[in-house]
């Protein structure tokens, strides 16, 4: 079989021929909402307290790396540890994974950590370590 050179118009050409939604009409409808261009935007309500987690600077175990590991988490699964483990690590440029129930980052990122943690709801407390 061999395929014709003719080609299909794209530009457009004669339309459909009909309109669908021609024959629509809107009586009956209740009235759409009306937009005032001048409201204010409406606030978000605020974000609850979600518990206090802790922040720690750890070497031991790690031939002598700086890691930042966040302990505490009391009510939150997996998948959102791993979601603000992501966030942490492209906010911090470096790596980091989620470890029996921590968050691990690489390097000291104590203050970039807790306010990532801060804006979503959780009281970070900074420990040494």
Known sequence: ???????????????L?????????????????VVDPNAAPIAEPPKKYRGRVDIIRSKAGRGGKTVTVVTGFVGIGLPEKEKL??????????GGTVKEGRIEIQGDQRPEVARILAEAGFRPV???G
Do not use: E, V
């Open 85 to 94: 483990a992501k966030a942490m690590q492209q906010s911090c440029g470096t």
């Open 1 to 15: 079989m061999s395929r014709s050179n003719q080609r299909i118009p794209t530009d457009g050409g004669a339309g």
């Open 126 to 128: 900074m420990a040494g």
């Open 17 to 33: 021929g009909q309109n669908p939604f021609a024959a629509l009409s809107s009586d009956g409808l209740p009235p759409g909402p």
